[in-house]
């Protein structure tokens, strides 16, 4: 019987043979899924110098990463540029709708009153006077069966005006409205194609004593320019000066609708006009607009060069008066 130490002994050198067998295949390189990604992204990775490999890696790694940032640096300046062209072209659009049709609206309809005088063209008979004169002295019915055109002087009289003949003015109240964005200025104002014809009212109640204040707004004399209006208003620090010297009327831009009261003097003239061309500016430039009469042209009424007749209404009556020339006049126990 063999003895057991000596199978022992035999049986090692087997055991031994299989161990070292499976220890030398287990000391090769093993595959992993990290070297497998590393090399399809980077095929220099199979580079066997580690340190020209791990540098080949890096430099890979630096490229792709500016690469990406400059694209989308790169992308994010092409949207921004697009995002401003289209802004612009918006802005541009809504500019262009915003300037479409009138800069403004006029509303625009006739100031008669607190009428300072009233205007006739044919003298009355002494019949008429002595109604004018006599009690009851309400002159409305008079008026209004006769064709009275309500009128003005208190500013066509003023020192300030320097006017040479003591007309008469009609007036206009003009509302000035604008839905624009943009902000735009009226600098400029005249009156438009005018035609005059010599004066046909030679007769005239001054109601003195009544309604003598003067309204902010502007006074056009057709005897001097029908271009340069002047300031008028009690108040008015610059009275008489031209207006657009000293103002401008600001519209659009949630700005406040402006009002404006026109006042025309023809002397001994009766005139009519299309329209008042106003000039007004904005970011565009300068530009003209139209107020008109609602579709109709506008007229104003003179006096005669040599009134017939002249009436001068006051607390204590109605009394009749001496025309004297440029337009004045004196009446009994009158100190002027």
């Known amino acids: 019987m063999p003895d057991r130490d000596t199978a022992d002994t035999s049986d090692s050198p087997d055991t ?10 287990g000391s090769g390189p093993r595959p992993s899924f990290l070297g497998d990604v590393i090399e399809g992204l980077f095929p220099d990775a199979a580079d066997p110098d580690r340190r020209r490999r791990n540098r080949k890696i890096l430099i890979r790694v630096a490229w792709v990463a500016v690469s990406s940032l400059v694209l989308f640096l790169l992308t994010k300046g092409v949207d921004q ?5 289209d802004a612009r072209v918006a802005s541009d659009a809504d500019d262009k709708v915003d300037r479409e049709g009138p800069a403004f609206t006029a509303s625009v309809r006739q100031d008669t009153q607190y009428a300072e005088a009233s205007l006739f063209d044919a003298p009355f008979t002494d019949a008429e006077k002595r109604q004018v004169v006599g009690p009851p002295h309400d002159l409305n019915p008079f008026g209004t069966a006769h064709h009275a055109r309500p009128v003005f ?7 300030s ?3 040479d003949w003591w007309g008469y003015s009609e007036a206009w109240l003009v509302d000035l409205i604008s839905d624009r964005k943009a902000a735009l200025a009226i600098n400029g104002m005249r ?11 030679d007769t005239v109640i001054v109601s003195r004593g009544e309604g003598e204040g003067s309204y902010a707004g502007i006074l056009f004399d057709v005897n001097r320019s029908t271009s340069v209006p002047v300031i008028t208003g009690s108040e008015e620090k610059h009275y008489g000066e031209p207006y657009f010297t000293e103002k401008k009327i ?3 831009n949630g700005a406040t609708p402006g009002g404006l ?10 005139c009519t006009w299309k329209a008042f061309e106003v000039t007004y500016v904005d970011s565009k430039g300068t530009h003209t607009q139209d107020i008109t009469n609602n579709g109709k042209p506008f007229s104003v009424h003179g006096i005669a060069e040599h009134p017939k007749q002249v009436y001068e209404f006051n607390v ?4 009749e008066c001496t025309p004297l020339e440029h337009g004045q006049y004196t009446c009994p126990e009158d100190k002027r």
Request: charged content about 25%; proline content about 4%; overall charge negative.
């Open 16 to 25: 031994g043979a299989t161990t070292d067998s499976h220890d030398t295949a």
């Open 81 to 85: 540029l697009s995002s401003e062209h």
């Open 153 to 159: 002087y208190s500013d066509v009289w003023h020192p």
């Open 161 to 163: 005006i320097r006017g």
């Open 191 to 201: 009156m438009k194609d005018v035609s005059c014809t010599p004066a046909k009212a």
């Open 250 to 252: 600001d519209l659009g």
């Open 261 to 270: 009261r026109i006042q025309v003097t023809s002397g001994t003239k009766d």
């Open 316 to 319: 204590n009556g109605i009394k």
